[in-house]
């Protein structure tokens, strides 16, 4: 079994993967997967006697009950989303984010239009012509 998984070169799916997410504006966040078939995904127990067979997952301190599969891609599932809501290291807080592919002369006549509209206010009363 060790070598049929290491034969299908699951490093090169990741690389594909991440090319693919990069392209399209998307992340790929990698999960550590240990334990994750042993934990209740409601009360975050982890027993080795929850997983009571290939399909069947019963928790032992809660009682859930789902299949030892689902109750896996849920944990996994929580633990990416608790992954993405951290910061990333190297990222800092309120980095510029990046501006839109436009052209030079358009970003140029966007800034000058924005420049004119913060430092020249509208006097009260008064319309604009």
Not at 39 to 54: G, I, L, Y
């Amino acid at each position: 079994l060790n070598r049929s998984i290491l034969d299908k070169g699951w490093h090169r799916i990741e690389l594909a993967t991440r090319s693919k997410a990069r392209y399209t504006g998307t992340h790929v966040i990698t999960v550590n997967p240990a334990y994750t078939s042993q934990r209740c995904n409601v009360c975050t127990v982890v027993d080795r006697k929850s997983r009571e067979s290939q399909a069947v997952f019963r928790c032992t301190s809660c009682h859930h009950t789902d299949h030892a599969d689902v109750n896996a891609a849920k944990n996994i599932l929580t633990a990416g989303r608790a992954e993405h809501a951290q910061p990333r290291p190297g990222v800092r807080a309120g980095a510029r984010k990046p501006r839109n592919r436009v052209g030079r002369k358009a970003n140029r006549q966007a800034t000058a239009a924005q420049a004119t509209a913060q430092t020249e206010p509208e006097p009260a009363g008064i319309p604009r012509l």
